[in-house]
């Protein structure tokens, strides 16, 4: 697998989590815990989220053929969720659905918040296990890239689980407006990367009818 599909594969991975977007999420729904007790959520949701992610790296694919999916249809798919998520970021939608639903969380003082919300939905949600699978089509069942894809997900998840543990410092340095203009920035990177999954998608559904 070449540098070029990994980085891509990183860029889309990490837009799609927003790390420094879960910041006052993370803050949120672990108010009121110790710094012992945020540690260990923020390693049991960067534990859950890889495997959730892992798995459907890995078996994404063969649960669509045994589905009858086809890989153009769920890259199309697949692309209009993306670019849905992405619009949400540029217009700061999504960061306030994920508020919310981590008041939620907050308010019925549910225990393990480490599973849900913080790992599912919010780390390894619909469009990151989209993603997952997309993304295992480029791996053409082949071992060693289907290891680095591995690899590049635990990366972007340990970045996310070193921002959690740095988040009361982080919130304090980038503050409400600078985090809402990376989320921006961001949004527009993955919307653009979803048009390009979507016209990957149309391509390969003429080139099956031309062939």
């Known amino acids: 697998m ?20 879960l910041v006052p999420i993370f803050l949120a ?5 110790s710094g012992r007790e945020r540690r260990r ?12 992610l892992a798995g459907a790296l890995l078996i994404g694919e063969w649960l669509l053929r045994n589905l009858g999916i086809g890989l153009p249809a769920f890259r199309i798919a697949g692309g209009v969720l993306l670019f849905v998520i992405g619009f ?25 918040v480490a599973i849900f919300p913080l790992a599912i939905p919010l780390m390894s949600g619909p469009g990151a296990i989209t993603a997952a699978v997309l993304l295992s089509s480029n791996a053409d069942g082949d071992a060693a890239s289907l290891l680095s894809l591995l690899g590049v997900f635990a990366l972007v998840i340990g970045i996310t689980f070193v921002v959690f543990l740095l988040a009361p410092w982080l919130e304090r340095v980038f503050g409400h407006k600078t985090q809402s203009i ?12 979803a048009v390009q999954f979507i016209v990957d998608g149309i391509a390969e559904v003429f080139a099956l009818g031309g062939g």
């Open 2 to 21: 070449d540098l070029e599909l990994l980085i891509s594969t990183f860029v889309t991975l990490f837009v799609i989590v927003d790390p420094i977007g």
């Open 182 to 193: 990376l989320v921006r920035l961001l949004g527009i990177l993955l919307a653009a990367l």
């Open 29 to 33: 729904v672990t108010h009121g815990m």
């Open 41 to 52: 959520a923020a390693v049991e949701a960067a534990l859950v989220s890889f495997g959730v």
């Open 88 to 112: 949400e970021m540029l217009f700061d939608r999504r960061q306030r659905r994920k508020a919310d639903d981590a008041s939620d969380v907050v308010q019925e003082r549910q225990s393990g």
